[in-house]
């Protein structure tokens, strides 16, 4: 003999069967905040490395101050590709100027 799925269910395996489904999408939810917080943290973290990257080639790189700007004039293109614009206050402030003690 083969039994027909009942046309009612009773209000027991109602209750069951909904617990089920939120249990399913709690832990799907679940799933996809980790996901997102472990691409956050990855973003981060690139984001970091980056920053670190670039302050540790500014500290590596040696700087020198052009005084003369007709210097720019004379340099060769292959030079001139080299050189980069850069904020010089803060370096000037760095290493004062020495100046010899005026004497009476």
Same mark, same amino acid.
């Given at each position: 003999?083969?039994?027909?799925?009942?046309?009612? $269910?009773?209000?027991?395996?109602?209750?069951?069967?909904? &617990?089920?489904?939120?249990?399913?999408?709690?832990?799907?939810? &679940?799933l996809?905040?980790?996901? &997102?917080? !472990?691409?956050? !943290?990855?973003?981060?973290?690139?984001?970091?490395n =980056?920053?670190?990257?670039?302050?540790? !080639?500014r500290?590596?790189?040696?700087?020198?101050?052009?005084?003369?700007?007709?210097? =720019?004039?004379?340099?060769?293109?292959? &030079?001139?590709?080299?050189? !980069?614009?850069?904020?010089? =206050?803060?370096?000037?402030?760095? $290493?004062?100027?020495?100046?010899?003690?005026? $004497?009476?």
């Amino acid at each position: 003999m083969i039994q027909d799925k009942a046309l009612r $269910t009773s209000w027991a395996r109602k209750m069951k069967e909904r &617990q089920e489904r939120k249990l399913v999408r709690d832990l799907a939810r &679940q799933l996809q905040e980790g996901k &997102q917080r !472990e691409r956050e !943290e990855k973003k981060r973290r690139r984001e970091e490395n =980056l920053k670190r990257r670039l302050e540790n !080639e500014r500290k590596a790189e040696i700087v020198q101050v052009i005084r003369n700007p007709l210097k =720019l004039k004379r340099a060769k293109k292959k &030079q001139l590709r080299r050189v !980069e614009k850069r904020d010089t =206050l803060a370096l000037l402030q760095k $290493t004062p100027v020495r100046r010899k003690a005026a $004497t009476d």
